[in-house]
């Protein structure tokens, strides 16, 4: 079977702890525990199990992310029967990132795991779903750091790795630490001090009034901005000079790290469930981490028509059909008027 192995007894265990090379920052506190050697993944979970069929729950594993599976009878079998037919890849280092594409994800689970690559030449393993505006800014931070690379493109699939790195994924407070260290978009310039971030090209918990919104928000001052019309660094650069930014509940928020402290952020956001809170806390949480005045306005939900093919492939349709999360929202246009 399948067995788990806890940091303590990696650090006790001389063979276990050979496996594992230590990266820190030191003026920053933060280290990182570096698989490397001879392992299998995923390119779902990202939860590498050793040749010697062994797992560190406590090292990999992520936010929303259930790893019981990987210690059933079933899936041990089926990986027993198959784990010598595997595509193995050769000295990688796996970053790794979200199946889905899903930029919360990518900017702080997976990103900042790359900063403790000491290689100055790096084939970076990343999912073949990442957007071209992912690649480019990882390769615009690669290039900061003088490090020449080249992308290996996973599919969904489990792999051999051989000779390979996978760092451990870190706690988000550490993932914001590292990030603000590293990127410094530049602030006190002329872009919009107020901004409204669409979600117009989303599939789900799109604002279905958002004339109306929008109507409302360019009276006061507010500028429209859409996500999908820029780089990454653009949109922390955008971010990071704002004063008051309105967006719905999604992954775009994930750049209010980047925001000055005091910053007032209102997400609109559907009633969650009880079992949501994870996501429902997700972004009140990164402005308590940041000094910002985090404000909630609540909103109706609509049923979405039709999924996308990304959606309905990653997300089981039970959940697509329940949970608020994967809906539409309607804005109550009156309560909108007098929080802003």
């Given at each position: 079977m399948i067995i788990d192995i806890n940091s303590s007894k990696i650090k006790n265990d001389k063979r276990l702890s050979n496996l594992f090379v230590n990266a820190n920052f030191s003026n920053l506190s933060i280290n990182c525990n570096i698989l490397k050697g001879n392992f299998f993944s995923d390119s779902f979970y990202y939860f590498p199990i050793t040749e010697n069929n062994e797992t560190f729950s406590s090292l990999f594993t992520r936010d929303l992310n259930n790893i019981s599976h990987f210690y059933s009878q079933k899936f041990f079998d089926n990986f027993k029967d198959n784990k010598n037919s595997l595509?193995?890849?050769?000295?990688?280092?796996?970053?790794?990132?979200?199946?889905g594409n899903n930029y919360y994800s990518n900017l702080l689970q997976f990103l900042p795991r790359i900063f403790f690559n000491k290689k100055?030449?790096?084939?970076?393993?990343?999912?073949?779903?990442?957007?071209?505006?992912?690649?480019?800014?990882?390769?615009?931070?690669?290039?900061?750091?003088?490090?020449?690379?080249?992308?290996?493109?996973?599919?969904?699939?489990?792999?051999?790795?051989?000779?390979s790195e996978f760092p451990q994924f870190l706690s988000t407070n550490d993932s914001i630490d590292i990030l603000k260290k590293f990127i410094n978009p530049k602030?006190?310039?002329?872009?919009?001090?107020?901004?409204?971030?669409?979600?117009?090209?989303?599939?789900?918990?799109?604002?279905?009034?958002?004339?109306?919104?929008?109507?409302?928000?360019?009276?006061?001052?507010?500028?429209?901005?859409?996500?999908?019309?820029?780089?990454?660094d653009e949109q922390i650069e955008i971010f990071s000079n704002a004063e008051k930014i309105i967006a719905p509940h999604g992954s775009n928020l994930a750049n209010i790290i980047f925001c000055?402290?005091?910053?007032?952020?209102?997400?609109?956001?559907?009633?969650?469930?009880?079992?949501?809170?994870?996501?429902?806390?997700?972004?009140?949480?990164?402005?308590?981490?940041?000094?910002?005045?985090?404000?909630?306005?609540?909103?109706?939900?609509?049923?979405?028509?039709?999924?996308?093919?990304?959606?309905?492939?990653?997300?089981?349709?039970?959940?697509?059909?329940?949970?608020?999360?994967?809906?539409?929202?309607?804005?109550?246009?009156?309560?909108?008027?007098?929080?802003?």
């Open positions: 595509k193995k890849f050769t000295e990688l280092y796996v970053l790794g990132s979200n199946a100055t030449n790096l084939k970076l393993a990343i999912h073949r779903n990442s957007s071209n505006k992912y690649r480019n800014f990882i390769g615009s931070i690669l290039k900061s750091l003088n490090i020449e690379f080249t992308f290996v493109f996973l599919d969904d699939d489990f792999y051999h790795f051989l000779n602030t006190g310039i002329e872009l919009s001090k107020k901004i409204y971030v669409t979600r117009q090209d989303s599939n789900y918990r799109k604002i279905l009034n958002e004339g109306d919104v929008v109507t409302i928000l360019r009276k006061k001052g507010y500028k429209v901005i859409n996500p999908q019309l820029y780089e990454i000055k402290p005091g910053t007032e952020i209102f997400e609109i956001t559907p009633s969650f469930k009880d079992n949501e809170k994870i996501l429902e806390d997700r972004y009140l949480n990164l402005s308590l981490i940041n000094n910002l005045k985090h404000n909630k306005i609540v909103s109706d939900t609509v049923n979405v028509e039709n999924h996308s093919n990304l959606a309905k492939k990653y997300i089981h349709k039970n959940v697509l059909l329940q949970s608020n999360y994967y809906k539409n929202l309607i804005v109550k246009i009156q309560e909108l008027d007098n929080i802003i």
